[in-house]
């Protein structure tokens, strides 16, 4: 029967997961330190297996997982998971876009909101014993138009929030029919021509390298570019090169081409040109991957992980 699954925990999550899925007879055990070589040697006997981002789920470990049934990763994508071999083995895979959107797209307001009105660097400033209003005057997020490339969950209730903001929000995505009360729908063509800001909302999947010098140069006029997507979907020399250019006024980013490996390590092995510029610009607003990262996302993730492992088995009681 399903809620005698055996299911393994292999990051820290919110406790309603297990607390759930222990209430409806799952057998649920952790484990969020053993390394990746010894879980796979007794990953064999569990049925489910529950992630956020503590290692890739690649062909090897889903082969040794002989009699594994279901992947649920806790976050927005599926990318630390080797999608195709997983359902070439019949392997469900479930993901939880729904439950950070809302911190996502509210990060955004406000990333953007101090970057077109200074509000970072004027903080600094102040401290510093200055008091310069004209050179931090800014610019208003009313009136502009704002386009949101990739329209799922998150681009969704991002335009939502921009609603009351009085701005146009136009859309783009790979699937028709997107539009709605808050985004129109439109090709990349007049995104170009009319875009003041672009927020990217893609899957790591469909995006890598999408925005480079080539995509920045078609844009008509200069804008503010928002990351708080993937990092791997936009290209950092060009982004750099754009913004000594004046063609991209501001960014915000929260993600980085750099997190495939330790962060941290790129100021103990030297610094490139690229990124020192980044944590030096005054038009650059910098985040650790935290736009998802609140304490009510974290509860909806886990309700909404635990809700698709029971809709997958009927909810077992």
């Known amino acids: ?77 599926l990318e630390n998971i080797d999608v195709d071999y997983a359902r070439e083995r019949g392997v469900s895979l479930l993901h939880a876009p729904e439950g950070n959107r809302d911190a996502v797209a509210e990060h955004v307001i406000g990333a953007l909101l101090c970057l077109m009105n200074h509000i970072c660097r004027a903080d600094k400033e102040v401290r510093q014993g200055k008091w310069i209003r004209e050179g931090n005057r800014g610019v208003e997020l009313m009136g502009k138009t704002v386009g949101i490339i990739g329209y799922g969950h998150t681009g969704r209730a991002l335009a939502r929030r921009l609603s009351s903001f009085e701005t146009q929000v136009f859309c783009y995505d790979i699937l028709a029919g997107m539009s709605d009360d808050y985004a129109q729908q439109v090709d990349l063509k007049i995104l170009f021509e009319t875009a003041d800001i672009v927020s990217l909302h893609v899957p790591y999947s469909t995006a890598r390298g999408m925005v480079d010098a080539r995509f920045i140069d078609c844009f008509r006029k200069p804008f503010y570019l928002i990351n708080a997507s993937r990092g791997d979907c936009l290209v950092t020399d060009d982004l750099v090169a754009a913004l000594k250019s004046g063609k991209i006024l501001g960014t915000c980013l929260d993600v980085l081409e750099y997190e495939k490996t330790s962060f941290e390590t790129l100021f103990h092995n030297g610094l490139s040109e690229t990124f020192q510029y980044l944590i030096q610009s005054d038009r650059v607003i910098l985040t650790p991957h935290i736009a998802g990262w609140t304490y009510e996302s974290k509860y909806r993730l886990a309700q909404y992980i635990v809700e698709k492992i029971f809709a997958l088995y009927q909810n077992p009681s």
């Open 1 to 77: 029967m399903a809620s005698r699954m055996k299911v393994l925990q292999l990051d820290e999550n919110h406790p309603y997961i297990l607390c759930k899925l222990r209430q409806k007879g799952f057998i649920c055990d952790e484990d969020h330190t053993t390394p990746k070589e010894a879980i796979e040697t007794i990953i064999a006997p569990y049925e489910g297996i529950i992630l956020r981002s503590r290692f890739t789920i690649d062909r090897e470990f889903i082969y040794r997982a002989q009699n594994l049934r279901f992947i649920a990763r806790v976050g927005s994508g």
